[in-house]
């Protein structure tokens, strides 16, 4: 029942830019926490970031930190991801999943992680090339 649409990926050169988002459909999305996710070929799916339902709390791996931001927009019912000074490695597949499992802001990391989350979008492709 609960529905989730990435959007906003596309072929960028290193350096540039791109914003992705996840939009919510057959509940509100500001009640759940959300993680944006990744996946490359023959790689596992990683966390890339993510944000608590309550806190507003934020973590982001290593490899994106001061890269990449994850933010709310309440009134929209959707979650985006600015990324900035993409580099090669950040092609993947980029996902969105929710979780209503509550506000972990004591255990900043616990949102990075796949096991966390139930409901999945399908994906949208990132391609970082010159």
């Known amino acids: 029942q609960l529905q989730l649409v990435e959007s906003g990926g596309g072929l960028v050169q290193p350096g540039g830019s791109l914003r992705l988002s996840c939009a919510a459909s057959?509940?509100?999305?500001?009640?759940?926490?959300v993680g944006w996710f990744r996946q490359a070929p023959g790689k596992e799916r990683e966390g890339v970031s993510c944000?608590?339902?309550?806190?507003?709390?934020?973590s982001y791996a290593d490899s994106v930190q001061g890269r990449f931001t994850i933010s709310r927009d309440n009134a929209k019912d959707t979650v985006y991801l600015q990324m900035n000074s993409l580099k090669p490695e950040d092609t993947a597949v980029y996902y969105c999943?929710?979780?209503?499992?509550?506000?972990?802001?004591?255990?900043?990391?616990?949102?990075?992680?796949?096991?966390?989350?139930?409901?999945w979008g399908q994906g949208t492709q990132v391609t970082v090339s010159s």
């Open positions: 999943a929710a979780s209503s499992k509550g506000d972990f802001a004591r255990i900043p990391r616990l949102c990075l992680m796949t096991g966390f989350f139930r409901d």
């Open positions: 057959g509940f509100t999305l500001d009640y759940y926490t």
């Open positions: 944000i608590y339902s309550s806190s507003g709390s934020t």
